[in-house]
Nanobody, 119 residues
Framework: VQLQASGGGLVQAGGSLRLSCAAS????????MGWHRQGPGKQHELVAT???????NYADSVKGRFTISRDNARNTVYLQMNSLNPEDTSVYYCLAEVVLIGGGIRSYWGQGTEVTVSS
């Protein structure tokens, strides 16, 4: 199972970016998906998660600015980030909990995509 993230880049404060992450490989289904981030000198922060049914949860730091969504048919999760500020500068990692063929549940992380917000 692989998670391929894309969409990071450099944006000015107040701008927007949309991240995407697709799960590929052999598995039965994807349960929850989400995004973590780790900024310079900061700890990992769970940014947002979304269940297979579409229920979303957000870190307080991004509520009202970020929106997580998913396309179950494409096993893809998106993170729409609006009103970005320099504190959002981080490497963003997608994650997914996958039900494996033959049984078993395992979590996977993507390789990370870098977001830089300039002031």
């Amino acid at each position: 199972v692989q998670l391929q993230a894309s969409g990071g880049g450099l944006v000015q404060a107040g701008g927007s970016l949309r991240l995407s992450c697709a799960a590929s490989g052999s598995f039965y289904r994807v349960n929850f998906m989400g995004w973590h981030r780790q900024g310079p000198g900061k700890q990992h922060e769970l940014v947002a998660t979304i269940s297979s049914g579409g229920s979303a949860n957000y870190a307080d730091s991004v509520k009202g600015r970020f929106t997580i969504s998913r396309d179950n048919a494409r096993n893809t999760v998106y993170l729409q980030m609006n009103s970005l500020n320099p504190e959002d500068t981080s490497v963003y990692y997608c994650l997914a909990e996958v039900v494996l063929i033959g049984g078993g549940i395992r979590s996977y992380w993507g390789q990370g995509t870098e977001v830089t917000v300039s002031s």
